[in-house]
């Protein structure tokens, strides 16, 4: 398992910038977002398979790199907090950034609703 960076920039970034973190966050087993466009992400996958994942949701103008990496790095006014992926169908256990909130109780009402009385013209 390698981590590699993916940063990209893009020239209209409210076009498809939602759908391209999604398809980063599904890269690999764990990933991390320490600046806004750039993305550590634990994988198998080679550069050029992700960049072939990634190309169909980048326009002409907008740039891409991934790159292996090491684990040293120098941060400044951010953190590296990393998230496992979400996979559907999976147990959850103690060990998981995601958090089931129970549901809450259907509300029960035991008394009869009454008709509000109608609003008179003036």
């Given at each position: 398992?390698?981590?590699?960076?993916?940063?990209y920039?893009?020239?209209?970034?409210?076009?498809?910038?939602?759908?391209?973190?999604?398809?980063?966050m599904?890269l690999?087993?764990?990933?991390?977002?320490?600046?806004?466009?750039?993305?550590?992400?634990?994988?198998?996958?080679?550069?050029?398979?992700?960049e072939?994942?990634?190309?169909?949701?980048?326009?002409p103008?907008?740039?891409?790199?991934?790159?292996?990496?090491?684990?040293?790095?120098?941060?400044?006014?951010?953190?590296?907090?990393?998230?496992?992926?979400?996979?559907?169908?999976?147990?959850l256990?103690?060990d998981?950034?995601?958090?089931a909130?129970?549901?809450?109780?259907?509300?029960?009402?035991d008394q009869?609703?009454l008709?509000?009385?109608?609003?008179?013209?003036?």
């Amino acid at each position: 398992m390698r981590t590699l960076i993916i940063s990209y920039d893009l020239a209209q970034p409210h076009r498809n910038k939602h759908i391209l973190a999604q398809q980063i966050m599904a890269l690999g087993n764990s990933w991390a977002r320490p600046l806004e466009q750039t993305w550590y992400v634990k994988t198998d996958a080679r550069e050029d398979e992700i960049e072939a994942q990634l190309r169909g949701f980048l326009d002409p103008d907008d740039g891409l790199l991934i790159q292996a990496t090491r684990d040293e790095a120098v941060m400044t006014n951010t953190a590296l907090r990393w998230f496992r992926q979400r996979r559907a169908g999976i147990d959850l256990d103690g060990d998981t950034n995601i958090i089931a909130f129970p549901m809450p109780k259907p509300f029960e009402d035991d008394q009869q609703e009454l008709p509000l009385p109608l609003a008179e013209a003036c």
